[in-house]
């Protein structure tokens, strides 16, 4: 007898039609064919089991299973659940009315028949809407992630007997009905108002959230980087339901069942221990690293040179492109990595370069070594390079200033993004300024005529690069929309060049007669020593 089921399997974030098909044949013995894994295999014993503490037995002749298409190799426990039920059916124990070939099926078995969540619900839901599928079974836990995919039906299942009964009788199991899916009143506990002063690192954040542009935070311990990076999703905007969708499939590969639609951007903080793997994706069975987890939001990376050199350069490609691809011999796939870049460092190993007070112990070959860990190509990828300088106890606890709220930062993100929207809504693949493409830069950002001789004057002198034209271009048409204006103009543009300190050459101790060696002027900043 045979019998025919059909599931899903996971390629990348994307799933595909998988045909479980059961033949009981003549003499002993059982065979998983269609390049199964190794929980795949083990899943014999996880059947048996669970078939013989409900009722049913496990075929004693000959038992061929294949899983179609078979040149494509599966993963994962998704398939323990339409196995039983093709055995069930192919040993005639029990009768299909023929339901079962609208329906597909995954769910991992337990051993008295429990049925656990697997990996991927949002995208086999997404897979068996395209297929034209009446329903779709899978485990309860998955059922609230699933739901989000509209004009398909979905039956969570609990236990393998709920799946006979839906079978064999008039029982049915009542469609899934999820609940409210976006909330735009959220709250963080993680306000800028917290923070005293730095009115200038603050406005680069401000700039970065409402164009999606990378940043770099560089200055002295203790200076509130850390504490300003950690409060920058307060002020980004919602996700759209389309970008939901997308961060939802993403966790729901990596993490397993997600808790319904991910409302809030993602602020993904790696150690800066993680291998390059962990961060680019891969693996023996590929699933998404830090770059894809971050996926619209925030991958901040702290102590950015004390990264691997291999680690940091992989964010190259994501950078520019968006997205990583991740080859191996039998297969290329591509995960998306559509996110804003958050680094912070300091000046020099021993983080008091140019300290108005306290002295630099770093020698020209210490900072030499220290800056190189970071190349030029990568920091030319980053927009904005902010400097944050440390701030006296008067300043902190004696100023009379009120520190504006996340909530109206916020705002005027959201007014700059809203611009933004209408300006690229007929314009695939482009949501925000940082995503302009540099073959259309000029339809979108047209200068006045000072700011023109201005910009192509500091980057001669400056010798940058077109990438790093383009860049602080984008840049200033994001401050432009902060102010509502349709033409970029002159202190556009110069705001924009006055977050460009790295690309200059690299600062030096400053020597003298009337200067210790590891001394610096009181007055010297960052940019003053470069």
Not at 59 to 87: E, Q, S, W
Not at 128 to 150: D, M, Q, Y
Not at 184 to 205: F, I, M, S, T
Not at 267 to 287: K, M, N, Q, V, Y
């Amino acid at each position: 007898m045979q019998a025919k089921i059909f599931s899903s399997a996971l390629y990348g974030i994307d799933a595909f039609r998988v045909t479980v098909e059961v033949s009981i044949e003549r003499g002993i013995g059982y065979t998983i064919s269609g390049l199964p894994d190794d929980a795949i295999k083990e899943s014999w014993s996880r059947l048996s089991s669970a078939l013989n503490n409900n009722g049913f037995q496990m075929p004693r002749t000959r038992l061929v299973i294949n899983l179609a298409p078979a040149d494509v190799r599966k993963t994962g426990t998704a398939f323990d659940l339409p196995m039983a039920i093709a055995i069930l059916l192919a040993s005639e124990q029990i009768a299909d009315i023929g339901k079962l070939k609208d329906y597909l099926l995954v769910g991992e078995l337990g051993l008295d028949g429990t049925v656990y969540p697997v990996k991927g619900a949002l995208s086999i839901a997404i897979q068996a809407k395209k297929e034209k599928f009446s329903g779709l079974v899978l485990p309860f836990e998955n059922a609230e992630e699933a739901a989000l995919i509209k004009g398909i039906n979905i039956y969570p299942v609990k236990h393998l007997n709920e799946i006979r009964s839906f079978i064999e009788s008039d029982y049915s199991i009542q469609p899934f009905s999820p609940v409210s899916i976006v909330n735009q009143n959220r709250h963080y506990p993680n306000d800028y108002a917290d923070v005293k002063g730095q009115q200038h690192v603050k406005r680069a954040l401000e700039i970065a959230a409402a164009g999606g542009h990378h940043s770099i935070l560089i200055g002295p311990p203790g200076t509130g980087k850390t504490m300003l990076a950690k409060r920058l999703p307060s002020i980004l905007p919602p996700l759209s339901e389309k970008e939901s969708l997308e961060t939802t499939k993403i966790y729901s590969i990596a993490n397993g069942a997600a808790k319904g639609l991910i409302t809030e951007r993602p602020f993904r903080s790696p150690h800066h221990t993680t291998s390059d793997i962990a961060l680019a994706g891969g693996g023996t069975i590929i699933t998404p690293g830090e770059v894809s987890l971050a996926h619209n939001g925030v991958l901040f990376l702290d102590e950015l040179p004390e990264f691997k050199r291999s680690a940091i350069e992989v964010l190259r490609q994501p950078l520019e492109d968006k997205e990583v691809y991740i080859s191996r011999a039998n297969m290329r796939l591509r995960l998306p990595a559509s996110f804003m870049l958050l680094a912070a460092m300091n000046a020099c190993p021993c983080g008091y370069l140019c300290h108005p007070t306290v002295p630099c112990t770093c020698s020209k070959r210490a900072l030499y070594w220290y800056r190189r860990k970071i190349s030029g190509p990568l920091l030319d990828r980053i927009d904005l390079h902010i400097e944050v300088e440390p701030q006296s106890m008067q300043e902190l606890f004696q100023g009379t200033r009120k520190e504006e709220k996340s909530a109206i930062i916020r705002q005027q993100v959201m007014a700059a993004r809203n611009i933004q929207y209408q300006r690229y809504k007929d314009t695939p693949g482009i949501s925000c300024n940082a995503q302009i493409e540099d073959n259309i830069l000029d339809s979108f950002c047209m200068l006045e005529d000072t700011a023109r001789k201005f910009i192509l004057t500091k980057v001669e002198q400056a010798s940058l690069s077109m990438r790093a034209y383009a860049r602080i271009l984008k840049v200033a048409r994001t401050i432009a929309d902060l102010k509502a204006s349709d033409i970029i103009q002159l202190d556009h543009v110069a705001e924009a060049f006055h977050f460009r300190i790295l690309d200059k050459p690299l600062p030096t101790v400053i020597k003298s007669q009337n200067l210790s060696p590891w001394k610096h002027p009181s007055h010297t900043n960052i940019r003053a020593a470069i």
